[in-house]
């Protein structure tokens, strides 16, 4: 029997306070990966801290466990805002995979929906 593979996020215990916002964007994948067989859409979801927008958590569906690691290194610690061109720059050197772009676009799709969330009033 194979070993079970351990998430990458297994034990670690994520960082949800009142001032804390968690923002998903998606994408579609290229039709030329194997993760485009199972999923349709790359999500990728960034735990926030309210205030700054520094990157405390990060989280991307279909990449495998050592690739969704890499892609939180690059991220965690980051101010979304302030550092997006860091952070597009790194992906784009570093993360060299059919899925970049759908991974870039997902980011820009998270960027949208938050800015449209900071335009509504507090509920």
């Not at 990060?58 to 690739?67: A, D, Q």
């Not at 993360?95 to 900071?118: F, G, P, S, V």
């Amino acid at each position: 029997m194979a070993a079970r593979r351990k998430s990458p996020f297994e034990g670690r215990r994520m960082r949800s306070g009142r001032d804390t916002i968690y923002v998903v964007g998606h994408a579609r994948l290229p039709a030329e990966t194997s993760a485009k067989h199972v999923y349709d859409i790359l999500s990728l979801g960034l735990a926030l801290e309210k205030e700054t927008k520094k990157i405390v958590e990060v989280s991307c569906t279909t990449l495998p466990p050592y690739g969704n690691e890499f892609i939180r290194d690059i991220l965690l610690g980051k101010r979304l805002e302030e550092d997006l061109k860091i952070i597009t720059e790194q992906l784009r050197t570093r993360y060299i995979c059919r899925t970049r772009n759908a991974l870039l676009a997902a980011l820009d799709d998270l960027l949208k929906r938050l800015r449209e969330h900071e335009k509504k009033p507090e509920q």
